[in-house]
């Protein structure tokens, strides 16, 4: 009687401790569950519990622009920018027209900005190079083509800011670090000089900002962002070449002006609006002076 009274208590404590630890590997698992718990890129704007873009969903967006037909069908999938849907569709054609068709878009996920969370999706035509597809949350949380850095706009036009006849103008533009002082800027203590260039000139503007201002950090940073993602990316290679690649030049929004006795192509960086053609409210060099950066 003794020894079934021992099983039985022995039967009961193996009953308990396996309730126990089900019931904390049930709780464990349903807090690690990424179904139940809001998974997102963590943007620096500020909107850290935000959901990414699913791949199938950026990729249909995207399709969808691309076969548009009519503007009404373009006014959705777009945020308001300066080119209206009318516009988009007359540039969609053009696109279309001269580089042959295009192949299918291709996702290649979220882009590491400074600014506003941006998902990306790569559209490659049978001739020519490739556009980027910028897809952005608007204040309800929808994701929405930023057509505006799809068509690399610039007001005015690139072409007549390089020909001298603007004084000032918004750009996206690749930026890289230079050494071309002249005229206007020829004290490099004063000034730290970038090279402009755009896929639609052959041209290279200059433009320049004060050292120690708020537009050098803002270009710096970008600049720091961008060695880290060399470094990460090209790690392995290091090893074998034992020699480091040179970053390639960042997507950037300037707001630009020329001062006066400057040449054509010179122009200094009043604002630098945003670290990729998706631009940033209030301007990212604002936002990092904010943050102390």
């Not at 037909?69 to 308001?80: G, K, N, R, S």
Request: aromatic residues 8%; proline residues 7%; glycine residues 10%.
């Amino acid at each position: 009687m003794r020894r079934w009274l021992m099983f039985g208590l022995g039967l009961a404590g193996v009953v308990f401790c396996s309730l126990l630890v089900w019931s904390l590997v049930r709780q464990t698992g349903a807090e690690e569950d990424p179904s139940t718990t809001v998974s997102g890129t963590g943007g620096t704007d500020g909107s850290p519990g935000l959901a990414p873009l699913p791949a199938s969903e950026a990729t249909e967006i995207s399709k969808s622009l691309l076969a548009a037909e009519e503007a009404f069908q373009i006014e959705p999938l777009i945020h308001p920018g300066e080119l209206s849907a009318v516009e988009a569709l007359r540039l969609l054609e053009r696109y279309e027209e001269e580089g042959e068709g295009h192949r299918d878009p291709v996702w290649l996920g979220s882009l590491d900005s400074l600014g506003k969370p941006i998902e990306g999706v790569v559209v490659r035509y049978n001739i020519g190079s490739p556009r980027l597809i910028c897809l952005t949350p608007n204040e309800q949380g929808q994701w929405r083509v930023d057509f505006d850095a799809f068509a690399q706009h610039c007001s005015p036009p690139v072409e007549v800011l390089a020909s001298g006849k603007a004084p000032e103008g918004t750009v996206r533009v690749f930026a890289a670090t230079d050494t071309y002082y002249n005229g206007t800027f020829s004290d490099e203590s004063k000034w730290a000089c970038y090279s402009l260039r755009h896929p639609a000139i052959d041209e290279t503007l200059y433009g320049y900002c004060e050292r120690g201002g708020p537009q050098e950090a803002a270009l710096e940073a970008i600049q720091r962002r961008m060695e880290r993602n060399r470094n990460k990316k090209t790690s392995s290679d290091l090893g074998r070449s034992g020699a480091e690649s040179k970053a390639p030049p960042s997507r950037v929004t300037l707001r630009l002006k020329r001062p006066i006795g400057a040449a054509d192509r010179q122009f200094q960086i009043e604002t630098v609006l945003s670290d990729d053609w998706v631009i940033s409210d209030p301007p990212l060099d604002e936002v990092l002076r904010a943050r102390g950066e």
